[in-house]
Structure formats: C-alpha cells, structure tokens
Nanobody, 117 residues
Framework: QVQLVESGGGMVQPGGSLRLSCAAS????????MGWYRQAPGKQRELVAN???????NYADSVKGRFTISRDNAKNTVYLQMNSLKPEDTAVYYC???????????WGQGTQVTVSS
C-alpha cells in the first residue's frame, strides 16, 4: 500500500503563492498516476491537477496558467506550485495516487489553504 503526506498549506493574501508537497511511501511510485484535489465547505471534492507515470499533465480550467503540477520520482514526491492565488482557491487540498483504472485511489490527510486579506 501507499501512504501519502501533504505539507505546505497555510494562509496567504490574494495574489500570493504557495507550493504544496506530497511525500509518498511504498514501492512503484513511478508507476502511479498522481493528482491534487480540493474540497471547500459545502462543495464536492474536485480535481485540481493530475500527472501520470509518463509525465503528462491535466488541469482544471479554473487553475490553468496559475498552478503547475510536477513529480520527482527519485524523491517519491509530487508538487503543486500555486501562483496568483484567489479567495476561491480556499479549500482543503488532498493528494491522490492511483495505480490502475481498476484500483481504488489512496488519499493523503489533506492540507488547508486559505486565501484571504
């Protein structure tokens, strides 16, 4: 199994930046598709960005041009660089890992991101 631990959340002013990290433990990290999701109070969890084992990326329209997902397989870590943050980005951000379409995903515990003046 895979264990995921997020870090890097906090409170920033609109227009600020944060970098989230997700450290994974377990074997075959480089074979997993990795993603970042977020959930605000009263809303469903939504995809922010993901990156597959080949390095291909996908982003929600709301974050394109502002967020960048990347992975460092040597460190078993996936990152989310968030720039030009907006109040509507406020949410708990979760790291996700999935081995195949037939597998249930693994989830981290989440990290709070608050964008406020």
């Amino acid at each position: 199994q895979v264990q995921l631990v997020e870090s890097g959340g906090g409170m920033v002013q609109p227009g600020g930046s944060l970098r989230l990290s997700c450290a994974a433990s377990g074997s075959s990290f480089n074979m997993y598709a990795m993603g970042w999701y977020r959930q605000a109070p009263g809303k469903q969890r939504e995809l922010v960005a993901n990156i597959n084992n080949n390095g291909n990326t996908n982003y929600a329209d709301s974050v394109k041009g502002r967020f960048t997902i990347s992975r460092d397989n040597a460190k078993n870590t996936v990152y989310l660089q968030m720039n030009s943050l907006k109040p509507e980005d406020t949410a708990v951000y979760y790291c996700n890992a999935k081995q195949s379409p037939f597998s249930s995903p693994y989830w981290g515990q989440g990290t709070q991101v608050t964008v406020s003046s």
